[in-house]
Structures are given as structure tokens and as C-alpha cells.
């Protein structure tokens, strides 16, 4: 067996009509996986079958997961709206469709399969309010979610940060409750991307200084494909022993804060001075 290989691998991807999604479907189908996709927007990407579906409904959900039907090796969740849209929409679909969506999923895992997530280096200061964070995550589906997102609107505030944090911590935590299921669960923290949430929506939120102190130390936005990359080794089998990992894929960010090599704030001050 080849533990790298993705060969005769049944997986299934959210979110592959652009960006980081796009490019770890085309990955997996050049790996040789038979890959079944969703978006809100039809995939170009040659895979074994693609749906629309809006991750802010779970009807639609629960009737793709139902038509694509039987076991996975892999989940890919690569959807994602970003700060530009209303804020309880990108909770929806940052959050709670995205949870709904794996949890669907969850009992059609394979043995050793695993749930590969995307969430954001704007997570980075979860520890600050995680006591609300799992409440939210310990709410028990989707309408009990968005009723108790309705009700601390000053939290989830425009959705993007809070959504990142919440699928973090719901990740960890599972993660710890299905180890002896044998499916694991890990999540990226990416820096900024080159992606069309960057180019249409992000710059639009934020001046560009802002993402220069997240793209910091390596001074650069990374590429679609390098994000994609460690979202196929975490559900690879040579990630067998590999589960509740936030993982930044930031070149040295994280790594930065928790040293106090990186000031976030004082760089962006700093930028917007000079
Ligand atoms: N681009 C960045 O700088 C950056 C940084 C950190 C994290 N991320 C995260 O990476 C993930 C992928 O984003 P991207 O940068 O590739 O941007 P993108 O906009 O190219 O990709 C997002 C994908 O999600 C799909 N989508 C949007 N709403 C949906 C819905 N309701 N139901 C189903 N699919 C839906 C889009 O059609 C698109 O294919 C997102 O979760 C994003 O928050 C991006």
C-alpha cells in the first residue's frame, strides 16, 4: 500500500469551484481519488460527479450527502465566504452548514479516513474567548446554532473571525470524541491567498497593510495549490496518527506570534504609518 498515494481513494470536496478548493479537487482527481464535488457555482474541475449545494441550507445538504451516498476515505471542506457578505450567512456557511455537512458525513468515514477543514490564520487569538466559542459548538444542530448566533451578535460581530474559531474548536474537539472511531479531524489556519476571496472581497474589508502583517514573516500571499497541498497529506494515510491538529500553513506566522518575533497589531500600526 501506498500510504501517499490517493489511487482507488473515494473522497469528497466542498467548495471546488475556485481557489483552495479548486485546486486540492484537481489534485485529488490527478492523484487518481474518484472525487465528488459541491458549490454554490458549477466546478470545471473533471471530477467523478459534482452538486449544487448551498451550505446555508441543510436540506440541500442532507439530500447531496444522501444521493452521493456511501463510504469516504476523505472529506475536503474548502467552502467559505468571507466578511463581505451578512454576517450570520458567513456563520451559516463558515460554521454551522459546515458542520452540519461533516457531521453527515462523519458516520460514512472509513476506518482511518479523515475530515481535512479550512479555517483561517484570522483565528489566531482563539484562546481569548474560547468559554463562548464552545458553547456555541456544544449547541446541537443547525437551527439551535443560528438561534444562538442571533443572540450574541456582538460576539460573531461580521462572522468571518468568529465562524474561524468556531470550526477550530469544533474540530479539536471532535477530533478527541472520534479517536476511537478511527476518523480523524484536522483543520488548516492559512495566511492570506491569492485566491478570488483575496482579489474580490478581502481587500475590500481591509486595507492592504492589514494583510501584509498576516503574510509576515515570508512577506508574500501564498498560492492556492500551497494551501491545497497540506489539506491532501492530513487526509492522506501517511497522516495516520495525525488528529485535532489547527495547523497554520503560514510560513512562520504563528510560530512568529507565539514568540513575540511577530507583533501583529504593531505591524499594522506600523505600516500604516510609514
Ligand atoms: N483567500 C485567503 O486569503 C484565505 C485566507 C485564510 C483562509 N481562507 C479560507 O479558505 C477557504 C477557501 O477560500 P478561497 O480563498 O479559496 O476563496 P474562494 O472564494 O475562491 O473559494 C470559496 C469557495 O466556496 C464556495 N462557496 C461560497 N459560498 C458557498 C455556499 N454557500 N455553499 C457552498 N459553497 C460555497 C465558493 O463558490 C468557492 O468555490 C475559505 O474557507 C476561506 O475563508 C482564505
Given at each position: 500500500?501506498?500510504?501517499?498515494?490517493y489511487?482507488?481513494?473515494?473522497?469528497?470536496?466542498?467548495?471546488?469551484?475556485?481557489?483552495?478548493?479548486?485546486?486540492?479537487?484537481r489534485?485529488?482527481?490527478?492523484?487518481?481519488?474518484?472525487?465528488?464535488?459541491?458549490?454554490?457555482?458549477?466546478?470545471?474541475?473533471?471530477m467523478?460527479?459534482?452538486r449544487?449545494?448551498?451550505?446555508?441550507?441543510?436540506?440541500?445538504i442532507?439530500?447531496a450527502?444522501?444521493?452521493i451516498?456511501?463510504?469516504?476515505?476523505?472529506l475536503f471542506n474548502c467552502?467559505?465566504?468571507?466578511?463581505?457578505?451578512?454576517?450570520?450567512?458567513?456563520?451559516k456557511?463558515?460554521?454551522?452548514?459546515?458542520r452540519?455537512?461533516?457531521?453527515?458525513w462523519?458516520p460514512?468515514?472509513n476506518?482511518?479516513?479523515?475530515?481535512?477543514?479550512i479555517?483561517?490564520?484570522?483565528a489566531?487569538?482563539?484562546?481569548?474567548?474560547?468559554?463562548?466559542?464552545?458553547?456555541?459548538?456544544?449547541t446541537?444542530d443547525?437551527?439551535?446554532?443560528l438561534?444562538?448566533?442571533e443572540?450574541?451578535?456582538?460576539?460573531?460581530?461580521?462572522?468571518y473571525?468568529?465562524?474561524?474559531?468556531a470550526i477550530?474548536?469544533?474540530?479539536?474537539?471532535?477530533a478527541?470524541e472520534?479517536a476511537?472511531?478511527?476518523?480523524?479531524?484536522n483543520?488548516?489556519?492559512?495566511?492570506?491567498?491569492?485566491?478570488p476571496?483575496?482579489?474580490?472581497?478581502?481587500?475590500?474589508v481591509?486595507?492592504k497593510e492589514?494583510f501584509?502583517?498576516?503574510?509576515?514573516p515570508?512577506g508574500?500571499?501564498?498560492?492556492?495549490e500551497?494551501?491545497?497541498?497540506?489539506?491532501?497529506?492530513?487526509n492522506?494515510?501517511?497522516?495516520?496518527?495525525v488528529?485535532?491538529?489547527?495547523?497554520?500553513?503560514?510560513?512562520?506566522f504563528t510560530?512568529g506570534?507565539?514568540?513575540?518575533v511577530?507583533?501583529?497589531?504593531?505591524?499594522?500600526?506600523?505600516?500604516?504609518?510609514?
Open positions: 500500500m501506498d500510504l501517499w498515494s489511487a482507488g481513494k473515494r473522497v469528497v470536496i466542498a467548495g471546488c469551484f475556485s481557489g483552495i478548493g479548486e485546486a486540492a479537487a489534485e485529488l482527481v490527478r492523484l487518481g481519488a474518484e472525487v465528488h464535488g459541491v458549490d454554490v457555482r458549477e466546478s470545471a474541475v473533471p467523478a460527479s459534482f449544487i449545494v448551498d451550505l446555508k441550507e441543510p436540506a440541500a442532507d439530500k450527502v444522501e444521493e451516498g456511501g463510504q469516504i476515505d476523505g467552502a467559505g465566504l468571507p466578511q463581505t457578505f451578512p454576517a450570520l450567512d458567513v456563520m456557511v463558515n460554521f454551522l452548514g459546515m452540519h455537512w461533516t457531521e453527515q462523519i460514512r468515514i476506518r482511518g479516513g479523515g475530515v481535512a477543514t479555517a483561517s490564520n484570522a489566531y487569538r482563539l484562546q481569548q474567548r474560547l468559554a463562548q466559542t464552545l458553547e456555541l459548538v456544544a446541537p443547525f437551527a439551535s446554532g438561534a444562538w448566533c443572540e450574541h451578535m456582538g460576539l460573531v460581530a461580521d462572522g473571525t468568529f465562524s474561524k474559531e477550530v474548536v469544533y474540530t479539536l474537539k471532535r478527541a472520534l476511537r472511531q478511527g476518523v480523524r479531524l483543520v488548516t489556519l492559512p495566511s492570506p491567498v491569492a485566491t476571496m483575496m482579489r474580490d472581497h478581502f481587500v475590500k481591509a486595507p492589514v501584509d502583517a498576516f503574510s509576515e515570508v508574500r500571499l501564498s498560492q492556492p500551497e494551501q491545497a497541498y497540506p489539506l491532501l497529506f492530513l492522506s494515510d501517511a497522516a495516520c496518527f488528529s485535532g491538529l489547527a495547523m497554520p500553513v503560514d510560513f512562520g510560530g506570534v507565539n514568540t513575540g511577530l507583533d501583529v497589531q504593531k505591524l499594522i500600526a506600523g505600516a500604516r504609518a510609514g
